[in-house]
């Protein structure tokens, strides 16, 4: 099993910056793809971005790419989503994810994660 905790939501205004960090703990002694996703209300789960085990691969939605910055600190289980120039229409609830099976690929789909936070909320006001 592996634990997530998401922190660093909050409200913040539109063109603002926030950084979100997931840290993972329980079976974290192999290696893992770590997936932030997000929904906001009467929406469904969309993928954000992900990076895999190694950090050599990132993906990122096109709605994200330019804005948002994945990384990852293997030493803390830890990875965090920079958002920059942050929109109303990033608002939502904002999940990270962990895929063990496929460590070394960045998916982008969330059936593919194994395990799941909580989540943290992102309100951007205009």
């Known amino acids: 099993q592996v634990q997530l905790v998401e922190s660093g939501g909050r409200l913040v205004q539109a063109g603002g910056s926030l950084r979100l960090s997931c840290t993972a703990s329980?079976?974290?002694?192999?290696?893992?793809?770590m997936g932030w996703f997000r929904q906001a209300p009467g929406k469904e789960r969309e993928f954000v971005g992900a990076?895999?085990?190694?950090?050599?691969?990132?993906n990122y939605s096109d709605s994200v790419k330019g804005r948002f910055t994945i990384s990852k600190d293997n030493t803390k289980n830890t990875v965090y989503l920079q958002m920059n120039s942050l929109k109303p229409e990033d608002t939502a609830v904002y999940y990270c994810?962990?895929?063990?099976?496929?460590?070394?690929?960045?998916?982008?789909?969330?059936?593919?994660?194994?395990?799941w936070g909580l989540g943290t909320q992102v309100t951007v006001s205009s």
């Open positions: 994810a962990v895929d063990i099976d496929q460590p070394w690929v960045a998916a982008i789909t969330g059936n593919d994660y194994d395990y």
């Open positions: 329980g079976r974290t002694n192999r290696p893992y793809a």
């Open positions: 990076i895999n085990a190694r950090g050599s691969t990132i």
